[in-house]
C-alpha cells in the first residue's frame, strides 16, 4: 500500500545555499510525525514542499502514490493544508471569512454548511472569540491558532503546522495540543508539525530533526 | 552610446510590460469561465461589487466637483464670446460634444480613476505582496489572478463608463445653471439637455464607451502589474505606485487619442 506523502531524492537550494540534500520521508495513514528544526534549518521549506507551494530544484513528491504534477488545485486543497508560522491570513477578510474563502472556492457546499463546519471546529477549540476579528487584530498566537482554524474547517488528509507552539503558555499549549491529537485521530488525518527548542514532543508517533541537510530521528 | 542604451532598456521594459499586460489580460479572460461555478461566482460578485462601490460609486464626490466647475467654465468661455447669440444654444451643444463628450470627459474621468482607485489598488495589491499574501493564497489553491485580479479587471471598466456618464450629466446641468443666471432668455434645462443630446450620434456613444472599457480595463491590469511586482523593499510600493501611475497616464491618453484621432478624422 502507497504512503498517504512521500519525498523521494529532495534537493532544493536557494542560489548557492542548500537546504535538503537527497531527502526522503514518509508519511503513513494516521500518523503524528513531529520535526525538530533549528533557526533557518529549512523546517518552514520542508512543509511548503509537502504543501506543494515550494517546487523542489529535483526529486518528487507523491500523493497515495500519485505525483504533485498530476493533482489538480482542488484535490490538493482535499489533500493537505498548511498552517503559516506568521501572518497567513488575507488581511481583507476577517477570520471566519479568511476560513470560508478556500471551503468556498473548492467545493459546492451551502454557505450555512461551511458556516457550521467552522463554527463546529472553533466550538471544539474554543477560538470562536477570534472568528469577527480581522488579522490586524491578532496577537501572533492568534494568527497562528485561526490559521489552524482555517486549516482544520477545510479537513484535508495531512495537517502541515509550522511551529504552532511557539509563544503558547505551557496551558494553553497542552489545551490545544490535546484537542488536535483528539481531533486527528476523530478524524483520521496525519499531522506534520514542526517544533523548535522548548516544543513538546510527546503526543508524536515518530521524532525527526533536521540535520545535515538531511532528517534523522531523536 | 550611453544614451542609446538608456534608450533602448526604457523600449524594452516598455515592450515587456506591454507583453505582460496581455499575458493577464488572457489570464482574466480563461480565469473568467470559472465563474459559471457558482460559489465561486459568490466569492467575485462581493469582491467586484466591493470594487464597483469604491471606484465608481465613491468617486461620485469628486467627479461631482470637477464636473460643475468645468461645466462652469465651458459656459462661462462660450458666453464669453457668442454672447447673446440667436443660436447660442446650437453653437454651445455642438461645442459641448466636441470637448466635453468626446474630449475632456473621458480624460478627467480617467484621471480621477486613476488618481482616487487605481492608486489604492496598487498599494493594496502591494501590501497583500510585501506580506506574503500571495503565499498564502498559492498555500489555499487560489489564483491570485482569481481573487485579486478579475474583480478590477471588470469593475474598472464599468466603473469608468459610469464615471463618463455621470461627468457629462453634471457638466450638462452645471452649463443649464450658469447659462439660466447669464442670460435673459431664460431656457428650460430638459430643451437645453434634448438639444445636446440631438448633437450627439451613436457613433459617439461608441467611442465613448470604447474609450471607457478600454482605458478602464487596461488602468485595472496595469495597477494590479505593478503592484504585484513590489519587492520587500523600504519604498518599493511607492515607487510602483509612481511608475504606474505613468504607466496608467500614458496608456488614457494614448487610448482616448488615438480613438478620437481614427474615429473623428
Known amino acids: 500500500m502507497s504512503h498517504l506523502l512521500k519525498l523521494n531524492n529532495i534537493n532544493i537550494q536557494f542560489a548557492e545555499n542548500h537546504v535538503f540534500k537527497n531527502l526522503n520521508l514518509a508519511l503513513d495513514y494516521n500518523e503524528i510525525l513531529v520535526i525538530k528544526t533549528g533557526v533557518l534549518d529549512g523546517g518552514s521549506s520542508l512543509l511548503k514542499l509537502c504543501n506543494h507551494t515550494l517546487i523542489a530544484n529535483s526529486g518528487t513528491v507523491l500523493y497515495e502514490g500519485i505525483s504533485s504534477e498530476n493533482l489538480n488545485n482542488s484535490t490538493f486543497f482535499q489533500t493537505v493544508g498548511m498552517q503559516f508560522e506568521s501572518e497567513g491570513l488575507l488581511s481583507m477578510y476577517t477570520v471566519k471569512e479568511n476560513c470560508k474563502l478556500p471551503l468556498t472556492f473548492h467545493t459546492q457546499f451551502k454557505d450555512s454548511t461551511i458556516e457550521n463546519k467552522i463554527l463546529s471546529v472553533a466550538k471544539e477549540f474554543n477560538l470562536h472569540y477570534l472568528l469577527d476579528k480581522y488579522p490586524y487584530q491578532l496577537n501572533d498566537v492568534q494568527l497562528r491558532l485561526a490559521n489552524l482554524l482555517r486549516l482544520l474547517s477545510s479537513n484535508p488528509k495531512i495537517i502541515l503546522l509550522d511551529e504552532i507552539q511557539s509563544g503558547m503558555s505551557d496551558k494553553l499549549r497542552s489545551g490545544v495540543l490535546m484537542k488536535l491529537v483528539r481531533y486527528i485521530k476523530n478524524n483520521n488525518l496525519s499531522l506534520i508539525m514542526t517544533i523548535t527548542a522548548g516544543d513538546v514532543d510527546d503526543f508524536s508517533d515518530r521524532r525527526l530533526e533536521i540535520k545535515n541537510l538531511n532528517l534523522v530521528s531523536y | ?265
Not at chain 2, 53 to 75: H, R, S
Not at chain 2, 236 to 253: A, D, E, G
Open chain 2, 1 to 265: 552610446m550611453a544614451l542609446l542604451g538608456k534608450l533602448g532598456h526604457v523600449v524594452l521594459s516598455l515592450f515587456n510590460m506591454l507583453f505582460d499586460l496581455f499575458g493577464l489580460l488572457t489570464k482574466s479572460l480563461i480565469m473568467s469561465v470559472s465563474l459559471f461555478s457558482k460559489n465561486k461566482f459568490t466569492i467575485f460578485w462581493n469582491l467586484f461589487i466591493r470594487q464597483l462601490y469604491n471606484t465608481g460609486l465613491k468617486a461620485t464626490y469628486i467627479n461631482t466637483i470637477i464636473a460643475i466647475l468645468i461645466g462652469v467654465l465651458m459656459m462661462s468661455l462660450t458666453y464669453s464670446i457668442l454672447g447673446e447669440n440667436t443660436r447660442f444654444i446650437d453653437y454651445y451643444a455642438k461645442l459641448f460634444v466636441l470637448v466635453i463628450i468626446r474630449e475632456i470627459g473621458p480624460l478627467i474621468s480617467g484621471i480621477i480613476l486613476i488618481a482616487r482607485s487605481a492608486n489604492a489598488v496598487t498599494a493594496e495589491m502591494g501590501y497583500l505582496k510585501q506580506h506574503n499574501q500571495l503565499e498564502v493564497l498559492n498555500a489555499i489553491k487560489i489564483s491570485p489572478v482569481f481573487l485579486l485580479l478579475l474583480p478590477v479587471f471588470y469593475a474598472f471598466p464599468l466603473s469608468l463608463l459610469l464615471m463618463f456618464f455621470y461627468f457629462d450629466l453634471v457638466c450638462i446641468f452645471s452649463s443649464w445653471v450658469i447659462m439660466y443666471l447669464l442670460q435673459t432668455d431664460t431656457v428650460s434645462l430638459n430643451y437645453f439637455l434634448l438639444t445636446i443630446l440631438e448633437q450627439i450620434s451613436f457613433n459617439e456613444v461608441i467611442i465613448s464607451a470604447s474609450k471607457a472599457l478600454i482605458a478602464g480595463l487596461f488602468i485595472g491590469l496595469t495597477c494590479i502589474y505593478y503592484g504585484a511586482s513590489v519587492k520587500p523593499k523600504f519604498a518599493s510600493i511607492s515607487r510602483s505606485i509612481s511608475t504606474s501611475t505613468t504607466s496608467q497616464l500614458i496608456i488614457l491618453f494614448t487610448v482616448n487619442i488615438l480613438l478620437s484621432v481614427v474615429a473623428y478624422r
